[in-house]
């Protein structure tokens, strides 16, 4: 019987706490909304097994003990390598031709990026958060992962788990958020602007934007450099046309396990003790002020904007919610929600993704700009 208590005090049962528990609750329901709702599986599937992992006693499987996702995490986040990495796989899947067709679009996508700034104004006059903190917590506004964890990594490691939590849970949950907002802000009429076919893109406009926007951004911006030169470089593998074998394992092999890995590695951060506490909590609302105002945004930069547009030229405002940087999926949701409010007869999927790329960049460029004046 001796033996038996010995090896019980030893185990993991015997230092459960509460605080386990909820986080078992948490990891669960990431793994139901990944499995059941298909809300980001490829995220959250990693990112919840990486909160059950960070949460087992004496295990020392999270991202601040010394297992092996440890070991990723120093040698992937830390080291800032993983994040820009899924950028190089991100511009391989990305296609600019939508928003060279259509360049005003560039503008929605700079414009929804505006709940950066109200999120980090709020965090750090209304929550007292110093400005790194608040620069990190304001980046989930751009709905972008990769780009939070960049940022945080750098500015406030101690915010990575719940900065990137709220960003990938609001990526996820783009199809609930965004239709009530594009219901209230705009009218049937809005919606049922339809847009034009974009002009087509020459091939050599295709080539030149990611050599040159690029090199622009990264000259003006350096700090951008790692996100942006990473992007625009797989979109040069992407649209060169001569580097399949590239193209296929950047935006394939390469940044599925990349995927894994980041995922992993940022679930296995929200140990309990980091994770439960009342600074989570404001993160997490700040983060829905930032993702909401972003959201809006977009779609009343696109209503200013058709002030001055003669009535053959409108944008539907819409597609001014997709400039949040969740690409695909916003794009997918504006098309969504027009045809099912147009009974099928407007379809703006390809004028969303205008935006919608647009928005990568911007988040990107935002975070650069933190970097530049905080770092």
Not at 229 to 258: Q, W
Not at 318 to 323: T, V
Request: proline share 6%; with cysteine.
């Amino acid at each position: 019987m001796d033996a038996l208590f010995d090896l019980f005090t030893q185990s993991g049962f015997a230092h459960m706490v509460w605080g386990n528990w909820v986080m078992f609750l948490i990891s669960g329901l990431l793994i139901y909304l990944a499995i059941v709702k298909e809300f980001e599986p490829l995220l959250l599937i990693p990112i919840g097994f990486g909160i059950l992992a960070a949460n087992l006693p004496l295990a020392e499987m999270g991202s601040h003990d010394d297992g092996i996702i440890a070991l990723i995490y120093n040698s992937g986040i830390k080291t800032e390598l993983l994040p820009p990495i899924i950028f190089l796989g991100v511009g391989v899947l990305t296609d600019f031709r939508p928003l060279l067709g259509r360049p005003l679009t560039f503008l929605l996508g700079a414009a929804a990026q505006v709940g950066i700034i109200v999120a980090a104004l709020g965090a750090f006059y209304l929550f007292g958060f110093d400005p790194k903190e608040s620069a990190v917590i304001g980046i989930i506004g751009g709905a972008d992962g990769p780009t939070s964890i960049f940022l945080a990594s750098k500015l406030a490691p101690h915010l990575l788990g719940p900065v990137a939590l709220a960003a990938y849970s609001y990526m996820s949950l783009v199809p609930i958020i965004q239709p009530p907002i594009l219901r209230m802000l705009t009218t049937k009429k809005e919606r049922a602007i339809d847009m034009p076919q974009a002009k087509k893109v020459s091939k050599t406009a295709v080539l030149l934007f990611p050599i040159v926007t690029g090199a622009l951004a990264s000259l003006a911006i350096p700090s951008s450099a790692p996100l942006i030169g990473m992007l625009m470089f797989g979109n040069l593998i992407r649209e060169s046309g001569v580097t399949d074998r590239l193209k296929k394992t950047a935006g394939g092999p390469m940044i599925d396990v990349v995927t894994i890995f980041l995922g992993l590695t940022v679930g296995a951060t929200m140990d309990a003790g980091r994770f439960l506490t009342a600074q989570t909590l404001m993160i997490l609302a700040m983060g829905a002020v930032a993702f909401t105002f972003s959201t809006m945004g977009g779609i009343l930069f696109a209503k200013f904007i058709n002030l001055f547009l003669s009535k053959n030229k409108k944008i539907n405002p819409c597609i001014g919610a997709a400039g949040v940087s969740a690409v695909p999926m916003a794009a997918r949701v504006v098309q969504t929600f027009v045809s099912d409010e147009t009974n099928g007869r407007v379809n703006p999927l390809m004028a969303a993704m205008g935006p919608n790329v647009a928005g990568v960049i911007g988040s990107a460029v935002a975070a650069g700009v933190f970097l530049s004046l905080l770092l």
